[in-house]
């Protein structure tokens, strides 16, 4: 099997614009012959992110994104944030109260 790059330089398998042809930009702004030679390309080279990438999208044009999905996530990462939150404050506190009485407590159970 021929390399990728090889087949492009060649020209084997259509990968891009013959020359000649002029680019037509879209009404988005951009040309889409670019963009799919763009993501052909990159689906090419990264096969395992491109097919995260079209699970992702597939995921969230099936719907898959409900408020209550969006509620779990997002209570997920504020106990994520609120447990490191209260602990770095807790052992801020810890530190401060043992610099501010020399340690004379020490740590039983604080």
Do not use: C, W
């Amino acid at each position: 099997m021929a390399n990728v790059r090889e087949n492009e330089a060649t020209g084997i398998g259509g990968g891009g614009v013959a020359e000649g042809t002029e680019h037509s930009i879209g009404p988005l702004g951009f040309d889409a012959s670019e963009a799919i030679s763009t993501v052909s390309t990159m689906a090419r080279e990264h096969p395992h992110a491109a097919l995260a990438g079209a699970f992702a999208v597939g995921f969230l044009l099936g719907g898959g994104l409900t408020p209550k999905m969006l509620g779990a996530i997002g209570m997920f990462a504020a106990r994520r944030y609120f447990r490191g939150a209260v602990q770095e404050t807790l052992e801020s506190v810890q530190q401060n109260f043992g610099a501010q009485f020399g340690g004379q407590f020490g740590n039983k159970g604080i």
